[in-house]
């Protein structure tokens, strides 16, 4: 027993996803001498930062025990209504509020039907990861919306705090707000609670319905500002924003041990995960695999990581034998 | 009389009666807003288009009942089709009849990968197939380059094939890609209704745990289901190839939700158990019948399809749940007016009398 604990703790599936984080840091750094440069890193963050943002928020979504397929949708119809209004003529600062608010208003429609009526948010937010991008569609039509003021542009650039852009802050704000959330608050307990027992939970006096609604419309304003952050970044608004990030994001949750039946998983493991995806990304990047399969990596990536619990069930157990027979 | 007519019919088949009805009034409601609707041309043009989403919506459906997903047949169809596109354009004196068989094979090779990951490993569908999804086109990308086949490589009978009539009534051309994939259709509908093997979907679907305690192989049925899946997809491919001629990398991209739209709008219940295929028919019917209707409609723009397709599936599903909860509640009024009746008529009669009542 004595001297063991930190082996036991890599021996979680967090402690795993730190060896694998540093063996593919070690791997990119040996590869090229610029990888370990802030700029790099922060580089690095910026490229994949929108989908880093709603993961933290999927990952509560699904520690509930749901999924939010509409998040990348939900980023589209933000941003092509931010240009739409803006291009109307109201301003870049009310044509954010708006977009905002209609981001609260998707995650309340999504939580309408998911808590109130009891659909499950699987069928309800694949519908509505049509018509969303619809509604996008309609806004913009085949067109792209540039010449945003030029604060807005770099929003998405532009080191606002030392080499820290916005978005980067942004995350890090949501990072520290959701980690105390989720670990240290009743709410977040009541998440757990509901996703690992549902009834359980319900008949235990906790109001399910208003944190699934809760959680919901959370994660359509974080969506929302995501694509705006997106629409930043790359200075033009189009309809096919963000269109299949849903699999990114939800491969990133999954790959950090968030169960997809709910109830178990930490924002921890979500970070490592995104370390993990992003500098993967970069070390394929680094070898020539083009983007197409690098989505294909990422496709068997998150096979791999809904078989996370079998494949951690199955580390522990022998963890367990090669501990009992040594000692 | 009316309640013993409402209560005659199943609710499968009130489902597909609403949805005719829904079809007919889509029909009117465009033929008053379109010029020249109302012809042999939209059928023609129509039918043509169902036959390929079909066959991949009655696979889908076969997925659906075991209560799984296929998000995969997108990339399935566009893979067969490009593969088989270049296969025959390098061997353009291979047999006619191997082209839909190779097209078959393949797609049901990808049904299976699919199959054994959710079947043997125990995990969701969706999220396998949204993975293959990605892997299934990343491959195709991959394999070719970013080139696109084009008609001109293909041999003449492929191309013909398309617009090869079975027979003309009229104006109306009935083309034997819809023949074919209407006889697809109708075959997995009495597969799925008549035969032993295939109710064992429904029970699966409908409940797992029970259909396991009666001695079914829930594992294989569900690896059977993706396999005709994929196999049917692979046929649409082989049709696409046809139709099209000219196959790009996004070929077939988001064929996997508009067959999800026509199975759920045709009354298959997504969480598995119950549905039909002729349900199945009407909905893709009547999804594509919206799509080409709504690009000709002068007050909206054609971007209000997707809008559109989604709010539909939302509400079959919302139509759906609320119509199962009030099924299941009903035998529970019913016993509950049973009892009314019998206190009503047993209320001066002894407590033996009563309870006489209410066990008939």
Redesign the interface.
């Known amino acids: 027993m004595k001297g063991s604990t930190f082996i036991d703790r890599l021996a979680t599936w967090e402690g795993f996803l730190f060896l694998v984080l540093v063996l593919l840091i070690l791997l990119n750094a040996l590869s090229t001498p610029f990888f370990l440069t802030v700029s790099n890193q922060i580089n690095l963050f910026q490229l994949s930062i929108e989908k880093v943002i709603v993961a933290l928020i999927m990952t509560l979504v699904i520690i509930n025990g749901e ?1 939010d397929l509409s998040v990348a949708s939900i980023m589209g119809l933000a941003a092509t209504t931010f240009g739409w209004v803006f291009q109307a003529g109201i301003s870049a600062e009310w044509a954010i509020v708006i977009a905002l608010t209609i981001g609260i208003i998707c995650g309340a429609f999504n939580a309408f ?1 998911i808590a109130w ?4 948010s ?3 937010t ?10 996008a ?2 806004l913009v ?1 085949d067109r792209g919306i540039t010449d945003f003021p030029e604060w807005f542009d770099s929003l998405g650039q532009a080191p606002i705090l030392g080499p820290f852009p916005l978005s980067m802050l942004i995350f890090f704000t949501l990072l520290v707000v959701l980690f105390v959330v989720l670990q240290r608050s009743a709410f977040g307990r009541k998440l757990y609670f509901i996703g690992s027992n549902r009834d359980v939970a319900e008949y235990s006096g906790v109001n399910v319905r208003r944190i699934k609604a809760t959680i919901f419309i959370a994660s359509g304003l974080i969506s929302a500002l995501a694509g705006i952050l997106f629409a930043a970044r790359v200075g033009s608004v189009r ?1 096919d924003i963000g269109v ?1 990030f849903e ?1 990114d994001i ?2 990133i949750v ?1 790959l950090g041990g968030v169960s ?2 709910g109830g178990t998983g930490t924002i921890t493991g979500t970070v490592l995960a995104i370390l993990i995806v992003l500098n993967l990304r970069n070390g394929m990047a680094l070898a020539n695999i ?1 983007g ?2 690098q ?6 990536l ?2 791999l990581s ?2 996370v619990p ?1 494949i951690r069930d199955a580390g522990q157990r022998l963890w367990r034998t090669v501990r009992g027979e040594t000692g | 009389m009316r309640n013993t007519f409402m209560s005659r019919i199943s609710p499968t088949s009130m489902r597909i009666l609403a949805l005719l009805f829904v079809l007919i009034l889509t029909i009117l409601f465009f033929s008053t807003q379109i010029e020249n609707y109302l012809n042999a041309r939209l059928f023609n043009r129509i039918s043509t288009s169902v036959a390929i989403i079909l066959l991949i919506a009655v696979g889908q459906s076969v997925v659906v009942l075991t209560r799984n997903i296929d998000l995969s047949v997108g990339s399935v169809v566009g893979f067969v089709a490009y593969f088989v596109g270049g296969v025959v354009g390098a061997f353009p004196e291979i047999p006619a009849i191997l082209v839909p068989v190779l097209a078959i094979a393949l797609g049901a090779c990808f049904g299976a990968f699919n199959g054994f ?1 959710v079947s043997r ?1 125990n ?2 569908s ?3 197939t ?6 299934f ?3 195709l ?2 394999f070719t380059d970013g080139s696109s086949i084009t008609t001109a490589s293909l041999p003449d009978w492929l191309t013909e094939f398309a617009r090869l009539n079975a027979f003309v009534v009229g104006n109306f051309r009935v083309r034997w890609m819809v023949v074919i994939s209407i006889v697809v259709a109708l075959v997995v509908h009495v597969f799925l209704t008549r035969f032993r093997a295939g109710r064992q979907f429904y029970a699966v679907g409908s409940n797992p745990e029970a259909a396991r305690v009666a001695g079914i192989n829930v594992g294989r049925t569900v690896m059977q289901a993706f396999v005709i899946s994929g196999a049917l997809a692979g046929l649409a491919g082989f049709m696409f190839l046809a139709r099209f001629g000219n196959i790009t990398i996004v070929a077939g991209l988001g064929l996997e ?1 508009k067959s ?2 026509a199975v ?1 709008v045709g009354g298959v219940n ?2 598995g158990g119950s549905g039909s295929v002729i349900g199945v028919l009407i909905g893709a019917s009547l999804i594509d019948l919206l799509e080409t209707s709504l690009v000709r409609w002068a007050l909206v ?1 054609e ?9 539909l ?2 509400l079959a ?2 139509t759906d ?1 609320f119509m199962s909860r009030r099924l299941l509640a009903r035998p529970t009024a019913k016993a509950a007016a049973a009892k009314t009746a019998a206190d009503n008529t047993a209320a001066p009669i002894a407590a033996p009398g009563a309870r006489q009542a209410e066990g008939s």
């Open positions: 999924i039907w009526a009891g659909i499950p699987l069928v309800v694949l519908a509505m990861l049509i018509a969303y991008r619809g509604f569609r309609v039509e309809g299949g699999l939800i491969t999954l997809i039946f083009t197409h399969l989505t294909g990596a990422l496709g068997i998150l096979i809904v078989m079998t | 990951l490993f995990l969701p969706i999220i396998v949204l993975a293959t999804l990605a892997i086109r990343s491959i990308v991959e939700l999800v739209g759920v997504i969480f723009s971007f209000w399809r997707d809008a559109v397709l989604g709010m599936i939302l599903v919302v749940t």
